[in-house]
């Protein structure tokens, strides 16, 4: 297969594949004229990383969870312990983002968002502080 055939059936864009050959993740064959010449066991590895990375596993998971898989005597641990730890970050990224709703919340709710020029929204990424907000609020 080409590489348009192995980006279609594995829905990955032709640059992130030539990405992922690049970097060693796969490697496809060679023909005399320099075309890659992809095998089916070139799309399941594409495939498969098409499916960790949108778990958002990184490149270096992706890179150990490959080399997991292809190992036959790999102790299931060794993958569970990975997908634990980017769950751990999952969670991580989910408190930051449920704090920053919880800030900007607060803060869209003090801004009265009329004609006047004091803002606390401004105020707060001015100051980097909600402080600067409850001042604001109180005028």
């Not at 060794?78 to 704090?99: F, N, R, S």
């Amino acid at each position: 297969m080409n590489i348009g055939d192995v980006s279609r059936l594995s829905g990955l864009p032709t640059k992130t594949i030539r990405y992922y050959e690049d970097i060693g993740l796969i490697e496809p064959l060679r023909s005399d004229n320099g075309y890659r010449s992809f095998r089916k066991t070139d799309l399941h590895k594409l495939a498969f990383l098409g499916r960790a990375r949108s778990l958002g596993f990184s490149i270096d998971d992706c890179r150990n969870l490959l080399a997991l898989y292809n190992d036959r005597s790999r102790a299931s641990a060794d993958v569970k312990a990975i997908a634990q730890d980017h769950l751990g970050k999952i969670d991580q990224k989910l408190a930051e983002l449920t704090e920053m709703h919880g800030t900007l919340s607060h803060l869209i709710n003090e801004c009265t968002g009329d004609h006047r020029p004091d803002c606390p929204i401004l105020a707060d990424l001015a100051t980097g502080s909600e402080s600067e907000t409850a001042k604001i609020s109180s005028r």
